[in-house]
C-alpha cells in the first residue's frame, strides 16, 4: 500500500529493534496504535524495519546475519530499539540471556550495535532502568541502557552518545504508550529531535512535561480532598490507595490508552511506572504510607505546610456531594441544576 | 555461530533466534535421510520473577505477575488473582466474587485472548507461507501479498480492527497490558448502562471485521462447523472469501495436516467460569480412547533434570514446593524452561486442547482423521475458539447488571495456600502460592508454553514440541527448514511466559 511520507525524498531510516529481558508488552502495545496503525506509520515516516522479532519475515541464518552486520557496522542502523532490560547474570556473564542461535550473551549484541547506531531507544522502563525485570532482588542482574534504576550505569552508561549526538533516548513505561514511541519516531525522522526534547532523564518531553494528575478524572475528588477506601471507588487514590499521579511524569491522562482508559479510570493507582525505580516503591502499591495521617509523597513542587493547610481547608469545604460519592463505586449524588425545580 | 550450513546427512541444526514468537528460543535437531530425527528447544532467557515475589506483600501479586507476559498479561492477572482469592484462613473472611466481577474479568480475559489468536495468525503464522522457498507454488502469489510480514494487505485490516477491539479494554480496564482492574474479589471498573451500549458497539464492530474479512460468513455458522466434512464445504462454498478459507487452501496444499503430529494427552484448566460452569471444561482428554476425564491436578509436577536448576531431593516437584534456583552446572540441562509432567506423563495444552476437552465436534474429527494432533488443527482451533468466544461475550455484556456491584473487597486472607488455575490464549496456567504473615512465602508458576516446549524429563522423555519435529521434512540447502518453523509457530510459543 502506498502511504504518503511525512518526510518525502529522503533516504529510508533503518529501524532495528531488539528484545531482551523484558514481557514484549510495550511491541504488543504499540500494535494497539491507532490513526494510523503502527506499520502505516512506519512507511509514512519513511523508516524500514531491518529486524523487529515480532513482525519480521528474517528467522535464524537470516536474522543472525542482519544482527551480526549490524553489530560489525556493516549494516547500517539509524534507530537501534531495545525492548526489555540487558541482563547481566548469572555473575556478570550475561549468561541468563545467550542470544538464541548464537550462543552469546545478548548484553554482547546490544552494545556492539549500539557502537555503530545513529538513535538508540531504549523502550519501556526495562530497557531504560532496568524496571520490574529488576525488581525483588534482581536475580537476574538485569539493568538499563544507561542507567540502573536511578543510579547512572546500565550497558552503555549516560556520557554514551549515538553517532547522531543523542543520549539513550528513554522512552520509559510499563508499558509504553503507543503514542509515545509514534511521536518520538516521528522527531527522529523528521530530524528534530534534540536533547531540549528530553527530560532529566532523557525522557521524551513530549509526555513527560505532563503529570499523570493532569486530566484526571477524579480532579474534583483530588481538590476536596474526598477520598477513595478500597479500589474501585470514585474518590482520589492519593490519600490511601498509594496513587502517585500527582508525581508521575505522563500524559495518561490527557492521551487515552486504548481509546477511553488510562490507569485511573481503570479505577486503580498510578504506580508511576515511567519513573526509575518504581517497582520497589517500598510499600505496597495501592497503599500510601504515612506519617502521622500525612501522606509522605506529596505533589511535585508543594511545601508541605501548604499541602496540610490546604487539605485541611478544603476538606472542611467538602461539597456533600462529593464526601457521599468518593468512598463508593458508582455515584450516589449528582450534580444537579437548581434552577430546574423537581 | 556453528552449524550454519546446509542440512547434509547426519547433521545438526541449530535454529534461532525464532522471531514471529513472543520472546527468544532456539532449536537444536539432528537431521538425517531428509528428516529431524531428534530435538532439542531452549528457552534462552531467565528472569526469576518466582524469586522476585518472595518476600513481597500479597497484592504485590497483582502488580508482577502481569508483567511475566505483555502477550498473555491478563490471563497471568486472573491467575494470581484466583491464587489469591483461593488462600483460606481459619476465621478470616474471603472476597465472594459478585456475578457482573465474573462477567467483566471474562470479558476482559477473552478480549485478550481473542486479540492473541488473531495476531498469531495474522502477524506470526501465515508470513511464513510467503517465503521464497514456496515461490513456485500455483498458491505463492496471491499469499505473498495477502499475508507478507509487514507489507501485506491484511494487516492493514487487521491492525485497526484489534485495535478497535482494544478500545473495550480501556473501558473494561484502564489499559492493556498490565492491568489492575482484575482483583481477587472482581472488577475494580463498574459498567455503567451507557457503556455497555458502548461496548456493544465495539464488539460489532470487530464482529463485522471477523464475518467479513476474516471468515466471510457469520460467526454462528463457524461456530457450527461439526466435522471436516462441513468445513470443506464451507471453505469451498459460503466461507471461501476469507482469509480462513485461504489458510484452509494452503494449508491442503502443503500438507500441513501431517507436520507437526503429536500423539499425547491434551489437558485443560476450564476456561471463562459463570455460575453454570466454565465456558470450555476442564479436564484430561485422551485422543486414542477418544475420551474425556477429571483432571487429577494433585499429580502435576515439575522435573527439571534437563534445566538448569537445582533439583529438589525425590525428583520432580508439585508446585506447592517448588523451588527456582538457577544451577548453569549440569551438563544435561539445556534450557531454562522445566518439564512439567502430569502423572509422570508429558501433556499438551492450547486452543486444541481446549476444545478437544471441551468436545468440540470438528477439532476431534480433525485430530481422528490426523492421526494426532496436529500444526493444522491446531490453528483451526484457535479460528474456532474466535468464534466462539466472541459469540460467548456477546451473552455475558448483555448478562452484566449495571445495577449491581462488581467486587467484593472483603481483605484477603493473610496467611495460606492458594492456586489460580486459568487458561490463557496458549493453554494451560497455574500460579502456586503461600502467604505468611500478609507477604508471600512461595510462588510458582507453570504457563502454557512451559508444557509444551518442556525439554527431556529424567526419564529422557522429550517435550510436545520435541516430540512434534521428529520427522519434519529438510529440503537439501534448508538451514532453517519451513517445516520445522511451521510447527514451532502453530503451538504460538509465549516465551517470556514459559520461564518467567
Known sequence: MSVPGTTPGTTPLRLLWLQSGGCGGCTLSLLGAEGPDILTTLRAANVEVLWHPSLSEASGVEARAILTAAAEGRERVDILCLEGAVVHGPGGSGRFHLMAGTGTPMRDMIAAIASHARHVVAVGSCAAFGGITAGGGNPSEAGGLAYDGTAPGGLLGTDFRGAAGLPVINIAGCPIHPGWFVDTLLQIAAGTLTRADLDEWERPLAYTAQLVHHGCARNEFYEFKASAETLGDMGCMMEHLGCKGTQARADCNIRAWNGSGSCLDGNYPCINCTAPGFEEPGHGFDVTPKISGIPIGLPTDMPKAWFVALASLSKAATPRRLKENAARPTPVILPRDKRKTP | ?500
Request: net charge neutral; charged share 15%; proline share 7%.
Open chain 2, 1 to 500: 555461530m556453528s552449524d550454519d550450513g546446509p542440512a547434509a546427512p547426519g547433521s545438526r541444526l541449530i535454529l534461532g533466534p525464532f522471531n514471529r514468537v513472543e520472546g527468544d528460543l532456539e532449536v537444536r535437531i539432528d537431521v538425517a535421510d531428509g528428516a529431524v530425527q531428534s530435538a532439542r528447544v531452549t528457552s534462552p532467557l531467565f528472569r526469576g520473577f518466582e524469586t522476585m515475589l518472595v518476600g513481597r506483600p500479597a497484592a504485590d501479586a497483582l502488580v508482577y505477575a502481569p508483567r511475566i507476559c505483555g502477550i498473555c498479561s491478563v490471563s497471568q492477572s486472573v491467575a494470581a488473582a484466583r491464587a489469591l482469592a483461593g488462600v483460606r484462613a481459619p476465621g478470616q473472611a474471603r472476597a465472594m466474587m459478585p456475578a457482573n466481577g465474573a462477567l467483566a474479568i471474562n470479558l476482559v480475559h477473552a478480549i485478550e485472548n481473542v486479540a492473541d489468536h488473531i495476531t498469531h495468525f495474522y502477524l506470526f503464522f501465515m508470513p511464513d507461507f510467503a517465503r521464497d522457498v514456496y515461490a513456485r507454488a500455483d498458491w505463492h502469489e496471491a499469499a505473498a501479498t495477502r499475508f507478507r510480514a509487514i507489507t501485506g494487505t491484511a494487516s492493514a485490516q487487521m491492525l485497526p480492527a484489534r485495535a478497535g477491539l482494544m478500545r473495550m479494554m480501556g473501558v473494561l480496564a484502564g489499559k492493556w497490558p498490565h492491568t489492575l482492574s482484575i482483583q481477587p474479589g472482581g472488577s475494580t471498573r463498574p459498567i455503567s448502562r451507557a457503556e455497555q451500549a458502548r461496548l456493544r458497539l465495539m464488539l460489532a464492530g470487530f464482529r463485522g471485521f471477523l464475518q467479513d474479512v476474516l471468515f466471510a460468513a457469520p460467526l454462528e455458522q463457524v461456530a457450527a462447523l461439526s466435522s471436516v466434512a462441513a468445513l470443506e464445504a464451507f471453505a469451498d462454498g459460503p466461507g471461501a472469501r476469507g482469509d480462513f478459507a485461504h489458510f484452509l487452501k494452503i494449508a491442503r496444499a502443503t500438507g500441513l495436516d501431517r507436520l507437526g503430529v503429536t500423539r499425547l494427552r491434551h489437558i485443560a484448566f476450564g476456561a471463562y467460569p459463570s455460575a453454570d460452569g466454565p465456558l470450555f471444561a476442564r479436564g484430561v482428554y485422551d485422543a486414542g480412547a477418544g475420551a474425556v476425564a477429571p483432571l487429577p491436578i494433585e499429580t502435576i509436577a515439575e522435573d527439571v533434570s534437563h534445566a538448569w536448576y537445582m533439583g529438589a531431593e525425590g525428583g520432580p516437584a508439585r508446585p506447592q514446593q517448588g523451588t527456582t534456583l538457577p544451577d548453569m552446572s549440569s551438563d544435561a540441562a539445556y534450557s531454562w524452561c522445566k518439564a512439567p509432567r502430569l502423572g509422570g506423563a508429558v501433556a499438551e495444552v492450547g486452543a486444541l486442547s481446549r476444545q478437544l476437552v471441551a468436545g468440540h465436534p470438528l477439532l476431534r474429527d480433525l485430530v481422528a482423521m490426523g492421526g494426532g494432533a496436529n500444526a493444522q488443527a491446531r490453528v483451526i482451533a484457535r479460528l474456532i475458539e474466535v468464534a466462539l468466544v466472541v459469540l460467548a461475550m456477546e451473552r455475558w455484556l448483555g448478562a452484566v447488571d449495571p445495577a449491581a456491584p462488581f467486587a467484593d473487597t472483603a481483605p484477603l486472607a493473610d496467611h495460606g495456600e492458594g492456586a489460580g488455575l486459568t487458561e490463557a490464549a496458549r493453554g494451560s496456567l497455574g500460579h502456586w502460592l503461600r502467604l505468611e504473615g500478609g507477604r508471600i512465602a512461595q510462588y510458582q508458576i507453570i504457563a502454557p508454553t512451559t508444557w509444551n516446549f518442556s525439554p527431556r524429563d529424567a526419564a529422557g522423555t522429550p517435550g510436545p514440541l520435541e516430540q512434534a519435529l521428529v520427522g519434519a521434512p529438510v529440503l537439501p540447502g534448508e538451514s532453517d527448514p519451513v517445516a520445522v518453523q511451521h510447527i514451532v509457530r502453530s503451538f504460538d510459543p509465549c516465551m517470556v511466559c514459559t520461564v518467567h
